[in-house]
């Protein structure tokens, strides 16, 4: 079964401090996005990791890729209240049968920072 | 630069009704896919669309139902609603075979079952 699993589920922070959110995957894939998504909105697209050992980096927020370990880690560091929000990590895997994608999704992690 | 555009916006049904939500894609894309996204949960794969086929199916009834035009623009359709259909859907669009690297997200549809 194809599976896609976050940890925690929600998060609540206080600012100025680090965190990490763990993305869990079921099977080989080499293709996996960071999403924000804020109440009532579309999701927002943060990172495109594709290949293993990518490390990605945009402000606050720094994106890893393990494809050994199918793991994925987003890396909060001095948390302020703007990056409050639900993150979600998604996995495309690949159909043989049609050379096409499929995207899985986490359930999200719920994150709240508090000043 | 257009982006992917989704109508209408919000949308209260009764159980029963049928709906239909529609897509415009960003400009040079030739697939749609469409989630379904639950309050509090993540996005659920519904279907995908290219050559005006679906080509990708989720874990969803047969009441859900899709359509892509030659201009690639795309429906989704939904007939004996439930109240467990509520929930904002979201298309997103990109080049068949580029998977989520690609995808533009549009704005969703909120829609209600009353």
């Known amino acids: 079964e194809l599976k896609v699993e976050q940890n925690p589920l929600f998060l609540s922070m206080q600012e100025g401090k680090n965190y990490t959110i763990y993305c869990n995957y079921s099977?080989?894939?080499?293709?996996l996005y960071w999403y924000r998504q804020d109440p009532g909105k579309s999701l927002e697209s943060l990172f495109v990791l594709l290949s293993n050992g990518a490390v990605k980096q945009e402000g606050r927020l720094m994106a890893s890729l393990d494809t050994k370990a199918r793991l994925s880690t987003l890396h909060i560091t001095a948390a302020v209240h703007d990056l409050s929000a639900t993150y979600f990590c998604a996995v495309d895997f690949l159909y043989p049968m049609d050379s096409n994608y499929q995207l899985i999704w986490g359930a999200g992690t719920k994150l709240i920072i508090k000043p | 630069d257009a982006g992917v555009t989704q109508s209408p916006t919000h949308l209260i049904k009764t159980r029963g009704q049928q709906v239909t939500l529609r897509c415009s894609p960003k400009s040079g894309h030739d697939t749609v896919s469409w989630y379904q996204q639950a309050l509090g949960q993540g996005p659920q794969f519904i279907f995908q669309y290219y050559e005006e086929e679906e080509r990708q199916r989720g874990n969803f009834p047969d009441r859900f139902s899709g359509h892509q035009f030659p201009n690639y623009s795309s429906e989704l359709n939904v007939n004996a609603l439930l109240l467990g259909d509520s929930a904002l859907y979201l298309c997103?669009?990109?080049?068949?075979?580029?998977?989520?690297?690609?995808?533009?997200f549009g704005s969703g549809t909120r829609l209600t079952v009353v």
């Open positions: 997103a669009s990109s080049w068949y075979g580029q998977g989520a690297s690609g995808y533009t």
């Open positions: 099977t080989t894939s080499d293709r």
